[in-house]
């Protein structure tokens, strides 16, 4: 299993980025997603999360902004970013396990098994 995270890119205070996660290799019927992101300097931290697109959890810094979809036919996971901040500023990437974690759980980086190479969004004017 590969995923291929992509659409990040340099975009002004209050625009708006939509990331992408594609999985190749297995159809995930089963599954937590999670977006993690790594500012420089900082250490990789929790960003948003979503269990067979019943359970969504987001950090509370981007609660309101950040969304998350998925696209079963292109077995492709969405992060939407809205009213993005310079402090969104981070390498994210996207991480994925074929188990279904309960919401306290989706957070927990040690339960995805497989990760992306992440994408370098630049919020700045």
């Known amino acids: 299993v590969q995923l291929q995270a992509s659409g990040g890119g340099l975009v002004q205070p209050g625009g708006s980025l939509r990331l992408s996660c594609a999985a190749s290799g297995r159809t995930f019927t089963s599954y937590s997603v999670a977006w993690f992101r790594q500012a420089q300097g900082n250490e990789r931290e929790f960003v948003a999360a979503?269990?067979?697109?019943?359970?969504?959890h987001v950090s509370t810094s981007v609660k309101g902004r950040f969304t998350t979809s998925r696209d079963s036919a292109k077995n492709t996971w969405y992060l939407q970013m809205n009213y993005l901040k310079p402090e969104d500023t981070a390498v994210y990437y996207c991480a994925v396990s074929g188990r279904r974690w309960n919401s306290g759980s989706l957070g927990v980086e040690r339960l995805y098994d497989t990760w992306g190479q992440g994408t370098l969004v630049t919020v700045s004017s």
């Open positions: 979503t269990r067979n697109s019943d359970t969504t």
